[in-house]
């Protein structure tokens, strides 16, 4: 599906937003680039789709999607999480689980090993996917992506796109050589990002990673967040709370030209991250 591109003001400077977000309540935005390659495989040819990660995972929510379309089951590890999660109505975690989800909790002393046992033994009808989405069959899908954004014939030769795993930035990035890929680290910092990207491929010069100005840590709620997710809010684009924010952030800080923003999607979680803020007493 090719998305539309949008033209937003953001204090005062124009962006471009191509809205990956409008593809599908759940598989949207990179998850559906990253998942494109699986997406137009024979359902006949799996069985099993294994991946693994935290509950807040955009990744986990987009595959249960696709596995309840394609007739796969799906089997999710993760860390032992609380009865306050388990319980939750809201959120990434609880609408994976009505999407036919099989979640399993792995012991934190195993964990580390459970996962790197995953591949042993593996047979031809089942399939991994590891953490964030981040496997070589993402390429395809981003491949389209470029193609859809040449296409547009825009005056623009810079994108950008926030990054767990830095798949998606890293892919584009390979794809368009011609153009600048601008990127943040939304989990971990940038060595952490870098060594993640670099576990797929090397990373070519015009993929660029724009740190924070300040650490911050993933999934919490911070007030400088909020503040510029709810001006993105009056462009009438409703974006992630959790990536956009931060990469939002680093271009108003970091850059000056005209951009393309792909739209990571995600916004299914918005729900319990505006809890979590409430909670929180900032709003």
Aim: neutral net charge.
């Amino acid at each position: 599906m090719n998305s539309p591109i949008s033209k937003i003001i953001l204090d005062g400077r124009g962006f471009f937003v191509k809205r990956d977000d409008l593809i599908d309540p759940y598989l949207a935005g990179n998850k559906y680039r990253k998942l494109y390659t699986l997406l137009n495989t024979p359902s006949n040819s799996l069985k099993t789709i294994i991946s693994y990660g935290g509950t807040q995972s955009n990744a986990m929510l987009a595959i249960a999607a696709m596995c309840q379309k394609k007739g796969w089951e799906f089997i999710y590890y993760t860390k032992p999480i609380g009865q306050a999660m388990q319980d939750e109505s809201v959120g990434n975690f609880y609408h994976a689980l009505r999407l036919s989800m099989k979640h399993v909790e792995i012991q934190n002393d195993y964990y580390r090993d459970f996962i790197a046992s995953l591949r042993l033994n593996l047979d031809k009808e089942t399939f991994i996917i590891d953490q964030g989405g981040a496997v070589e069959e993402a390429r395809r899908g981003l491949e389209v992506l470029a193609q859809e954004i040449r296409d547009a014939n825009l005056d623009v030769k810079s994108l950008a796109t926030p990054s767990g795993t830095g798949t998606t930035a890293l892919f584009l990035a390979l794809c368009m050589p011609e153009y600048k890929v601008y990127t943040t680290p939304c989990v971990g910092d940038a060595q952490y990002l870098r060594t993640q990207m670099s576990s797929l491929n090397a990373l070519p010069e015009n993929l660029i990673i724009l740190e924070p100005k300040k650490k911050y840590h993933f999934a919490k709620p911070y007030r400088e967040f909020l503040d510029i997710w709810q001006k993105l809010l009056v462009t009438e684009i409703e974006f992630d709370m959790i990536y956009a924010p931060s990469m939002w952030m680093a271009l108003q800080e970091q850059t000056k030209e005209d951009i393309l923003y792909v739209h990571s999607g995600g916004v299914s979680g918005n729900e319990s991250m505006l809890k979590r803020y409430k909670q929180k007493g900032f709003i």
